[in-house]
């Protein structure tokens, strides 16, 4: 629990103010917010610098391979009816970055943190979280990242006897699995859409069994869980059974998973949830995805989708044809380099769509879409693209890299 004393030695006081200090140099170089640079130098100095700065605070971890920054800024919204919040909200979510949100929120009451799958276990080590959310598991950056179920490995290994509170996604066979090792796990039937990476059973290799919305391994026994939360339709069902409504700005069937997961890890805390849930209506945009923004007489709606299951989902909320989307890929260092899971997105969800292909990858693309027989035209940039459309509204779909460059140049 959160406490006055300060927990911060003469040397976590140096580290913190080191690395202030070369966050606002990178700020003022124009290299971005500077907070993984500033986090970098203060570990170097303190290499305890990450569990001192949580030692005053309860803490929730968010992690996930789609909707992490999503879930963290809407918890973080819910939270702050009971106390101060302090949170990476810009979604720098690896030990540096998360060590610089946390050094500038001395005041706070609760840290609300998102982690990148493969940081969890130590993550959890370092700051002793009251609560752990674990939405999903999906292939993504396929030249860097462990194949799915490794992953579920280590969060199994590294969560086994875990104080937190789990709060897990029940249908998610590779989620299941990897809270399966905690003694203390609250399940939440919040959906799962893509399904190509749970056809294997987890636990022994054995096929997964489907009927309906339920799964179980017909070998082992492994099965989904029951949950004791629900997202149905448009409310979520608490374990009392009671529905309350889904107040959100933010589109589509995923954001309101991500309530229903927000809505259980606020409980955890004493929230109610129709408190958590009309708070979550503050969140309009976040770090730039679902804003609305003008751009050469259009309405230019940006989205973020950086894998297969993120894609899915974003196809699902696009306005109907003959809305025109413009999609843009990237294979940078920090999108992964690996393209091959273009192959792995059903693109024929867009018929009926004109199509604009740009992005640094934006043949691979274009390969793509032509086996999938989707019209579509390769433009050099955003602004070509642009203006081979009609006014009004396009729908922008856009995976790391290319979401940055994209809000760079409509200036978002």
């Known amino acids: 629990m959160a406490g006055n004393s300060d927990p911060l030695t003469p040397r976590a006081k140096i580290a913190v103010t080191a690395g202030k200090a070369v ?11 500077g907070s993984v640079i500033g986090g970098r130098v203060a570990l170097k100095l303190d290499p305890d610098l990450l569990a001192r700065l949580a030692q005053n605070l309860d803490v929730v971890l968010v992690s996930a391979t789609n909707g992490k920054t999503t879930t963290t800024r809407l918890i973080a919204e819910a939270l702050r009816a009971a106390g101060p919040v302090v949170s990476n909200a810009l979604g720098a979510n690896m030990p540096a970055g998360i060590t610089s949100a946390l050094a500038g929120g001395s005041e706070a009451r609760y ?37 799915t179920r490794m992953l579920a490995e280590n969060w199994r290994e590294g969560l086994a006897g875990s104080k937190a509170v789990i709060v897990a996604n029940a249908d998610d066979p590779l989620v299941v699995w990897a809270a399966s090792s905690s003694p203390n796990v609250i399940w939440v039937a919040a959906g799962q859409m893509w399904k190509d990476d749970a056809w294997s059973c987890p636990s022994c290799g054995g096929v997964m069994q489907r009927p309906g919305d339920d799964w179980f391994c017909g070998e082992c026994g492994f099965r989904r869980p029951t949950p004791s939360w629900a997202l149905s339709g448009d409310h979520v069902l608490d374990p009392h059974g009671s529905a309350w409504p889904i107040h959100l700005q933010l589109p589509g069937r995923a954001n309101k998973a991500n309530a229903a997961s927000s ?102 693309l274009a390969v793509r879409l032509e086996v999938a027989n989707q019209h579509f035209q390769v433009c050099e940039n955003l602004d070509q693209a642009v203006q081979l459309c009609p006014p009004g509204r396009i729908e922008v779909i856009a995976n790391y890299t290319a979401f940055q460059d994209l809000r760079r140049r409509v200036g978002n």
């Open 23 to 33: 966050a606002a140099a990178s700020r003022a170089a124009g290299r971005g917010s």
């Open 111 to 147: 840290g609300v943190i998102e982690v990148d799958e493969k940081y969890l276990a130590g993550v959890a080590r370092d700051t002793d979280p009251k609560c752990i959310a674990l939405l999903n598991l999906s292939r993504d950056q396929l030249d860097r990242a462990a194949e």
């Open 263 to 364: 809505a259980a890890v606020a409980a955890v805390f004493g929230v109610p949830p129709q408190v958590a849930l009309e708070r979550m209506y503050q969140v309009q945009a976040v770090a730039g995805r679902y804003d609305v923004v003008q751009f050469q007489g259009r309405d230019l709606r940006l989205l973020l989708a950086k894998n297969p299951a993120g894609w899915l989902e974003t196809f699902s909320l696009i306005d109907p044809p003959p809305t025109p989307v413009i999609l843009s890929v990237n294979a940078r260092g920090a999108d992964g380099t690996d393209t091959s899971w273009l192959w792995d997105v059903d693109y024929t969800r867009l018929t009926g769509h004109p199509i604009c292909v740009i992005g640094d990858r934006k043949l691979d």
